[in-house]
């Protein structure tokens, strides 16, 4: 099964406004972790959630984390042009071995 | 800081090749890397988990003898596709931890191999 779905699959939002970004997962989580990704390129990570924790803010970002519906969402404040990229959740389990990463959810921030 | 650096970003070659990609970590020690495989608007795959001085854990479907990871210091670990064919191409990235397990993955900016 697949761990760390995202939706939606695609978002087009104007500039200046704010973009969300669901991921759901299946199993136990340690802490689950938003990357971003520019075309072509490397990931970057973003921000990390523990499983204790509810919601966490850096800078525009903001992720909350529900571990009753195995989900967290990712909020993007006043949006901008360079904001464009995919972004990706990914889990990490108890077991601390590996990362499994979502499908990713593409952003495209139009000016 | 936290810097890993992949190298080379770009590569073509012939079927039949084998080619060697770099991950370095420039600026911390890194016990344990990856090696992730990414097709076109697709998540990361994970291929294996290096670990310095060990062999690499692969993923179920990856086959060791076509991938070829070598981890022998804490700072440098690479792949070697051998014998590569158009299948092959892809774009792999790599990460490293620092540290133990529940810690971000610091990734390079991947390698773009295409077989010709």
């Known amino acids: 099964s697949q761990q760390g779905e995202e939706d939606p699959q695609a978002l087009s939002i104007q500039e200046g406004e704010n973009a969300t970004m669901n991921c759901s997962y299946k199993?136990?989580?340690?802490?689950l972790q938003w990357y971003r990704q520019n075309s072509g390129r490397g990931l970057v990570h973003l921000i990390l959630i523990r499983s204790n924790e509810r919601e966490k803010h850096s800078g525009r970002l903001r992720v909350t984390l529900d571990t009753s519906k195995k989900s967290s969402s990712l909020l993007i404040t006043a949006s901008r042009a360079a904001d464009t990229a995919s972004y990706f959740c990914?889990?990490?389990?108890?077991?601390?071995?590996?990362?499994?990463f979502g499908e990713g959810t593409q952003l495209t921030v139009n000016p | 800081g936290a810097v890993v650096s992949q190298h080379p970003s770009w590569v073509i070659c012939k079927s039949g090749t084998s080619v060697k990609i770099e991950c370095r970590s420039l600026?911390?020690?890194?016990?344990?890397m990856f090696w992730y495989r990414q097709f076109p608007k697709q998540s990361l795959m994970l291929m294996a988990t290096s670990n310095e001085g060990s062999k690499a854990t692969y993923e179920q479907g990856v086959e060791k003898d076509k991938f070829l990871i070598n981890h022998a210091s804490l700072t440098l670990s690479t792949l070697t596709v051998t014998s590569a064919h158009p299948e092959d191409s892809s774009f792999y990235i790599c990460?490293?931890?620092?540290?133990?397990?529940?810690?971000?993955?610091?990734f390079g900016d991947g390698t773009r191999l295409s077989i010709l």
């Open positions: 600026d911390f020690q890194a016990t344990t």
């Open positions: 199993t136990s989580i340690n802490n």
């Open positions: 990914a889990t990490d389990i108890p077991s601390g071995s590996r990362l499994t």
């Open positions: 990460s490293a931890r620092v540290g133990g397990g529940h810690q971000p993955q610091h």
